[in-house]
């Protein structure tokens, strides 16, 4: 598959539970980035990776925790989540961070936390 | 900080009719400024960009630096452009945050 994938695509966890969200990208770009989107706010960046490097938390919880093993992968691990972070969880990646490059996204996680 | 604001949560016009969808922001300096839309059950893909000034899909934006804003428009709606689109706004030389508006849906009604 081309592009940004991303899995699951729907995730119901209770709040005791650890899940991961997983990206991959097959574009050959460098940066990767994970957002929330919440039904009543705008799309959130959550955290930015540069080559591998997180370049970027946006005061994030630490229930959240970011892996990126590598520039075409990236995991966000969910742990003891809170019922108000249930929302669509994006995956994007560009070219790189420099420069006018476009985004593009993945079609999302919706996770519900029960 | 930086913000985007798109005042139209909703937007309904009827096929054929010209459409705004406003976006304003707020930095002095010279922006970089996008549009992205997502379609029903698709992804959020980009549609223009201020620097290309480019028309896609017959949609153009025009940055009026005075007023701060970067306005869509289409002269003549289509039905398939019924979607939600997102402004969004990136500081100059520092690519790597995007900041959103909270999005306007637009219905074109047949």
């Known amino acids: 598959e081309t592009g940004v994938t991303q899995t699951p695509r729907h995730l119901v966890m209770g709040m005791t539970n650890k899940k991961s969200l997983k990206c991959e990208q097959h574009?050959?770009?460098?940066?990767m980035y994970w957002y929330k989107q919440s039904a009543k706010k705008p799309l959130e960046l959550m955290f930015v990776?540069?080559?591998?490097?997180?370049?970027e938390n946006n005061s994030v919880p630490s229930r959240f925790s970011p892996e990126c093993p590598n520039s075409s992968h990236l995991f966000l691990h969910l742990h003891t989540l809170q019922p108000e972070d249930s929302a669509l969880y994006l995956c994007?990646?560009?070219?790189?961070?420099?420069?006018?490059?476009?985004?593009?996204f993945g079609p999302g996680t919706r996770l519900t936390v029960t | 900080a930086q913000r985007v604001t798109q005042p139209e949560k909703l937007l309904s016009v009827f096929k054929g009719a010209p459409v705004e969808l406003k976006c304003n922001y707020s930095?002095?300096?010279?922006?970089?400024l996008f549009w992205y839309v997502q379609y029903s059950r698709q992804r959020l893909q980009l549609l223009l960009r201020?620097?290309s000034r480019e028309s896609i899909k017959g949609f153009t934006a025009d940055l009026n630096k005075g007023e701060t804003s970067f306005h869509l428009k289409k002269p003549f709606a289509q039905e398939e452009d019924s979607a939600m689109y997102y402004c969004?706004?990136?500081?100059?030389?520092?690519?790597?945050?995007?900041?959103f508006g909270s999005g306007t849906q637009l219905t074109v009604l047949p």
């Open positions: 994007a990646s560009s070219q790189g961070l420099q420069g006018p490059y476009e985004q593009y």
């Open positions: 574009l050959g770009h460098n940066a």
């Open positions: 990776y540069n080559f591998k490097e997180q370049t």
């Open positions: 930095y002095s300096g010279s922006p970089e």
């Open positions: 201020h620097i």
């Open positions: 969004a706004h990136r500081y100059p030389g520092s690519a790597r945050q995007l900041t």
